[in-house]
């Protein structure tokens, strides 16, 4: 598993929709992350992360905007690594 840390800055929902086949998709909770990535040269720059989270979640980081968070995620296609 791994961790994602950033300063959370806004939790918000959004809206459901219907596809073009005509499924609806219901709505979804997400994370407003700043986070610090770090560069090969050893600075860092600052990246703005939405991050979906199942809706009862949601709780969890009520009320915690401005302060710095930890919320596990796991990796959806493929992902490149390197050492830092």
């Given amino acids: 598993m791994l961790t994602l ?20 998709i219901p709505s979804k909770t997400k994370l407003q992350l700043l986070t610090k990535v770090p560069l090969k040269n050893g600075s860092y720059k600052n990246e703005l992360v939405d991050l979906s989270i199942p809706n009862e979640k949601a709780l969890k980081y009520k009320g915690k905007e401005n302060t710095d ?9 493929k992902a490149t690594f390197y050492g830092i």
């Fill in 5 to 24: 840390r950033g300063k959370l800055l806004n939790i918000f929902t959004t809206s459901e929709y219907t596809t073009t086949e005509g499924k609806i």
């Fill in 69 to 77: 968070v930890e919320v596990d995620v796991a990796i959806i296609g």
